[in-house]
């Protein structure tokens, strides 16, 4: 897979104070590091707090697991321009000893429930949320009922947060990825075959650009939905998948 070259820094986001969760891998990783490139000052959540250390220098890193209420609101205590809530995990959930339900959706759509109430009372007026949903809220997958249901009950949060933050011009927006390149999706690819190879192009002949996209990407749809560039736009679920969903 071919490398993405980081983006040169504009600036957009000088001086802004923003908040990433699940920072130390993957998406949020590239999210944070391209809000750093673009001025931001940050404040990284994660279970793992050892990985967030290295992901920006000098950014304030706190442990939080997300799926805990009192832990979420307690690392949420200083004025904010900006919060992307990104922290979540994958995986199927099968009936019975192995259904994964509760915990799944619990740190999906608990979790992102809870960390934008407890940055709510800290954003600037004109802040801006963000959330990363998938391209699961829009399909379904068999084995993924809890991952489907999180993430699209996700789209409908950010519908009513968007509403009920406007009058403070609050911009509240999802993001709905497809196959991204990250752990969490070659797991996912692991499950259609033990072949690499063989997954990958399986997957991607369902996608009409046939590319999974890179986590990069993805953190520059974020960085400008935190932008002046992006003003106006809110309650949206934007569509990064390359084509694999269409509206």
């Not at 923003?18 to 590239?30: L, M, P």
């Not at 995986?91 to 429930?113: C, F, K, M």
């Not at 600037?124 to 997958?141: E, F, K, M, N, Y």
Request: proline fraction near 4%; glycine fraction near 12%; include cysteine.
């Amino acid at each position: 897979m071919a490398a993405v070259r980081r983006l040169a820094r504009v600036n957009r986001l000088e001086g802004k104070h923003v908040v990433v969760t699940g920072a130390g891998t993957g998406i949020g990783r590239a999210i944070a590091l391209r809000l750093a490139d673009e001025g931001a000052r940050l404040t990284l959540l994660a279970r793992d707090e050892r990985r967030l250390r290295d992901v920006v220098p000098g950014a304030a890193t706190k442990s939080v697991d997300i799926r805990d209420h009192d832990a979420v609101r307690a690392a949420f205590d200083e004025p904010l321009d900006a919060l992307v809530a990104n922290a979540g995990i994958g995986g199927p959930n099968g009936a019975g000893e192995s259904d994964r339900w509760d915990d799944i959706v619990q740190t999906n759509l608990y979790g992102t429930y809870w960390c934008c109430r407890a940055a709510e009372p800290h954003l600037a007026d004109g802040g801006r949320i963000v959330v990363t949903s998938s391209i699961l809220a829009r399909i379904g997958v068999p084995g993924y009922t809890a991952y489907c249901a999180s993430k699209a009950g996700l789209l409908g949060m950010v519908r009513a947060f968007a509403a009920e933050l406007a009058p403070r011009r609050i911009q509240v927006n999802g993001i709905c990825p497809g196959w991204v390149n990250t752990d969490m999706a070659w797991d996912g690819l692991a499950g259609i075959s033990e072949n690499r190879d063989e997954a990958f192009e399986i997957a991607m002949s369902e996608v009409p650009l046939r590319r999974m996209s890179e986590p990069e990407e993805i953190a520059g749809t974020v960085a400008w939905l935190l932008s002046p560039d992006a003003t106006g736009v809110t309650g949206q679920g934007i569509d990064h998948n390359n084509g694999a969903w269409m509206v």
